[in-house]
């Protein structure tokens, strides 16, 4: 299921302007699945607190009945975040928890996920070019590396242009 699984992203910020996708679209993209796999999905959550500051901590489980497998994600509550009610403070949290722990579970890769990367324009960075990957490089011989201890090749390519030609003897 983590090889074949994808949930696009069709949810839109409109202050961030950036693409997302919610827990409820990754729970509605793996259905097909657990009827496939004959499996099951759900997700727990639990409030703790760490030096004064409320946690909560998401867990997604996948399980066939006998076997279960666990992915947990921790996430802290901003207790004087402005312009937000209580209620709101706490199911911001809770829906951002149970997306990274499915996230974490699946093997989503959010690299590129707009959560992690927007700065809701207060960035003055120039945005940097990409130096091109070729093989037989000192550079392509880490990444063959990097890929090869069985990390994403997204994470290569947020630093290196890569053609489909040197993307394919990378993942040999």
Request: hydrophobic share 35%; aromatic share 8%.
């Amino acid at each position: 299921m983590q090889a074949k699984f994808h949930s696009k992203k069709t949810r839109y910020n409109s202050f961030g302007k950036y693409y997302f996708r919610s827990a409820e679209d990754i729970l509605e993209a793996i259905k097909p699945f657990l009827l496939e796999l004959d499996v099951t999905v759900r997700v727990s959550e639990e409030l703790t607190e760490v030096l004064g500051v409320p946690v909560i901590q998401s867990v997604a489980t996948i399980t066939d009945g006998e076997k279960e497998i666990h992915a947990t994600a921790v996430v802290g509550i901003d207790l004087d975040q402005k312009g937000m009610q209580m209620p709101q403070k706490f199911g911001s949290a809770s829906s951002y928890g149970k997306k990274y722990a499915l996230g974490n579970l699946l093997l989503i890769d959010d690299t590129q996920d707009s959560d992690a990367t927007n700065d809701h324009g207060k960035s003055t960075k120039k945005v940097a070019v990409k130096k091109k990957l070729t093989q037989g490089t000192k550079e392509f011989e880490a990444a063959k590396k990097y890929i090869a201890e069985g990390n994403s090749i997204d994470t290569v390519k947020l630093k290196y242009e890569i053609s489909s030609a040197v993307e394919k003897l990378l993942l040999v």
